[in-house]
């Protein structure tokens, strides 16, 4: 089965636009999060933010995989955040790259789920860090901008040896893959 839609990466201008609040919640908004969720599913990816798909509004679609199965938060909003936790964090719009980036390991998060009902919830480690990896989609931030300055310039020049080989051509990652799955 093909995605419904097509990830954007690392070049495309929407990824560095801050997303527009949500103001409706309506069938097409439920089609689009149906859509996006099958995208998710098949990159494969824990989570995934309408920016990536050419959309900007400020929300996005997650499963952890615990069994509760797909989730939309939407106009989400970070209020605490506490303590440091390093994690191996890649993202598909950034591809076949990934980096030990240093977060938050908890934070409260505030939003507005599918239903229009308002939700308010704790969460650590894998869950805090999708949390913070999707909301920064939402405000044009790229994993690449928590990167020391030495990372950056070595993650921009094998994006720039990637773009210039084309799509067939295959070249060593920056960095080794961990993951099967990467946060958007």
């Not at 103001?23 to 824990?46: F, H, N, S």
Request: proline fraction near 5%.
């Amino acid at each position: 089965m093909s995605s419904p839609y097509t990830i954007r990466i690392v070049g495309d201008p929407v990824l560095r636009q801050r997303a527009d609040e949500v103001t409706d919640i309506d069938g097409r908004l439920v089609k689009l999060c149906e859509d996006m969720v099958q995208t998710m599913y098949e990159a494969p990816g824990l989570g995934l933010a309408a920016p990536q798909v050419g959309v900007q509004k400020r929300f996005f679609v997650y499963d952890l995989g615990a069994g509760d199965g797909s989730q939309v938060l939407i106009n989400p909003v970070i209020t605490e955040s506490d303590g440091e936790w390093e994690y191996y964090e890649g993202c598909l719009s950034v591809p076949g790259m990934g980096f030990d980036i240093v977060r938050p390991k908890q934070v409260h998060v505030t939003g507005i789920d599918l239903d229009g009902n308002e939700v308010s919830f704790e969460a650590d480690e894998l869950m805090a860090r999708l949390m913070q990896h999707e909301l920064d989609h939402l405000d044009g931030v790229l994993l690449l901008d928590h990167l020391d300055d030495e990372q950056r310039r070595e993650a921009k020049k094998a994006i720039r040896q990637r773009a210039m080989a084309g799509p067939e051509d295959e070249l060593p990652s920056a960095e080794p893959k961990r993951s099967r799955f990467r946060l958007r």
